[in-house]
């Protein structure tokens, strides 16, 4: 079952990022804010280790991020969800998969990829749109084929289908998401989902 981002901000964000005359500077603002979200609730079981440190006043035992975070966007709408991992997370490590949908057929065409190291690593995939699940099927597959063992999907809206094809693929892989919308419409987009995200973000 997928893990429901529960916020009334998050509920908020994401009306306007859904509403129609959202333009694309305020798109890409209230993307990165809902992304911000995502990637604190994607990130609550983190394992942390204890460190010694000493206040100004005495010693404490503090606790500190024991795993290496690495987060993958899927070129290109993922883009719009990167910065809140590099801005929070000192450490975090950036791979690419490069995912295109083919209009007609919804089947998405790999055409880019790099990755960094992921041993021991918690490996969060990122993409705003989870509708078929084609894409995100496919690029936890190459995570997973690269060696990465503990991954997490996070999404801003997603289809129930989307979910459920994603869910038999990868069962070992939580899904986090804002909002499962209600079904897909013949040309496989999400209803009432936003649209094009990556043409909304980019203005393309
Ligand atoms: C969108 C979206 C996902 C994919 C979701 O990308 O960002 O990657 O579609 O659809 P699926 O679940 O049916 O695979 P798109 O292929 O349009 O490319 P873009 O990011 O370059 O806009
Ligand atoms: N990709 C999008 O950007 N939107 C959808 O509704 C489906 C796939």
Redesign the pocket.
Known sequence: MAQLLHHPLASHILTHLRDKTTKPATFRTLAHQIGIMLALEATRDLPTGVKTIETPLEQIDGTVLEETLVVVP?????LGMLQPYTDLFPSVSVGYVG???DHDT?V?RSYYCKLPSVEGCRVLCI??????????VQAVQILKDYGATDIRMVSIVS?PE?VETFESAHPDVPVITAAIDRELNDQ?YILPGLG????RLFDT
């Open positions: 899927i070129l290109r709408a993922g995912l295109e949908r919804a998405a993409d705003p749109m989870l509708a078929t699940g084609g894409s995100a289809a989307g496989s094009d995200f990556g043409d």
